[in-house]
């Protein structure tokens, strides 16, 4: 499996430069990417906005929304790209289209994958340790289950501040991302990775690299450790639990 | 209906001495409050938590996962207090142990309800508003329904920042919570009131009013717009939609 997990938040040409380098080293020489709008509600704006912002890293872009036969542009794809937005509202319509099993099952055989964000999301085992706002209601928790972890995309460490003024910040005191990760240790026990935004995280089957960094795993009963940038991750992929 | 609805974000003495106040006008002479501590996992220590920050504003707090008969507990009480944690928790045990429908009925006949932060959320016709992290999968998001309209708890205006450093932030590029609530109006026409933390909303009967503010209304393709603290909200009642 080839998967290139990213945790969103690719602002400034730095962080950008970092994904298009990222990307190009992962697809290598193919032409066209299918690209997965589904987290966002308008397909074309998003694929349009991806081009304009120079975030195809050099691929032709093909919507999925714009497939007359969806499966079969997953079948014949060279590189798939999942985009970020709302998780619920994307794994809803990756199983309303029938869109997991063919997905799942290609991307096991050797179709490099890429996850941004809440496409970052849907490659864990479940999408339970999404951010999103439940705007609706999947029949299912389920994800692709690329990986034997949840990833925690845009994760940031303690309490978040509000900016009130010129250089004024107020501090908000809503849970920090630690508590609700804690929160789902309470109830499920797979090992959670915050990953920082624009993180980077590449598997090449059984290597697991921290691309870009930094890193925070969780597990249940255990203080969090942090990783830093090219740490290699590869036993987390052997863990059995 | 005489409901009390608090964001959450209860922290320091103005704060806690508001929601005290508010807490003796809406619920009177009584001397016990039936409390429900399931959006966290330890009823107990929620109870203790409370009572040693001073919390009970004078109450005696009965904890629902201490009844031997929940149901008979829901119908004896002379006030319900439903506090904060993770809203899908709560829902899904407020489901699984058929407490939905007997609250919803007495306090529908006049029982007095106070919901801080997810238990102002179940207050709402579905709990789809709210932020936290989906760890268990209730089997419907649908909620008390005491209000026409969501509200969305801990609201706040802008993008996050992380503290780094002494005075020094780094601003985080995640769904702002207007991105979040637009989100929601693509997928449903409920009005959402963004009430930002400490904030109250009282109801009586035909009467809405924001207690303690600020607060931001979004419907659904309007722009949002902001009230102040006292600002009368009745008319929110009384929309047909």
């Known amino acids: 499996m080839k998967l290139l997990l990213g945790s969103g938040g690719f602002r400034g040409e730095e962080r950008r430069d970092a994904l298009r380098h990222a990307m190009r080293q992962h697809f290598g020489?193919?032409?066209?990417?299918?690209?997965?709008?589904?987290?966002?509600?308008?397909?074309?704006?998003?694929?349009?906005?991806?081009?304009?912002?120079?975030?195809?890293?050099?691929?032709?872009?093909?919507?999925?929304?714009r497939a007359s036969d969806p499966i079969q542009a997953i079948e014949e794809a060279e590189g798939i790209y999942i985009g970020g937005g709302n998780t619920f509202r994307l794994?809803?319509?990756?199983?309303?289209?029938?869109?997991?099993?063919?997905i799942r099952r290609r991307v096991k055989s050797g179709l490099p994958y890429l996850g941004i964000s809440a496409g970052a999301n849907v490659a864990c085992p479940t999408m339970?340790?999404?951010?999103?706002?439940?705007?609706?209601?999947?029949?299912?928790?389920?994800?692709?289950?690329?990986?034997?972890?949840?990833?925690?995309?845009?994760?940031?460490?303690g309490n978040i501040h509000i900016r009130i003024g010129e250089g004024e910040y107020e501090e908000h005191f809503g849970e920090t991302r630690d508590d609700r990760i804690r929160e789902f240790h309470e109830e499920i026990a797979v090992p959670v990775l915050g990953l920082w935004e624009s993180g980077l995280l590449f598997r090449d089957g059984k290597q697991l690299k921290l691309l870009r960094g930094p890193m925070r795993l969780f597990r249940r009963g255990q203080d969090p450790v942090d990783f830093k940038e090219g740490s290699d991750l590869s036993d987390l992929l052997n863990e059995v639990r």
Chains 1, 2 share one sequence.
């Open 29 to 65: 020489d193919i032409r066209r990417l299918l690209f997965v709008p589904y987290a966002i509600s308008d397909g074309d704006a998003y694929v349009d906005a991806l081009n304009r912002a120079d975030l195809n890293a050099g691929y032709e872009l093909f919507g999925l929304h």
């Open 91 to 102: 794994i809803h319509r990756m199983q309303i289209e029938g869109l997991i099993d063919p």
């Open 128 to 157: 339970q340790t999404t951010n999103d706002m439940p705007i609706v209601r999947p029949a299912s928790f389920e994800a692709l289950g690329l990986v034997p972890f949840q990833v925690n995309t845009h994760y940031y460490k």
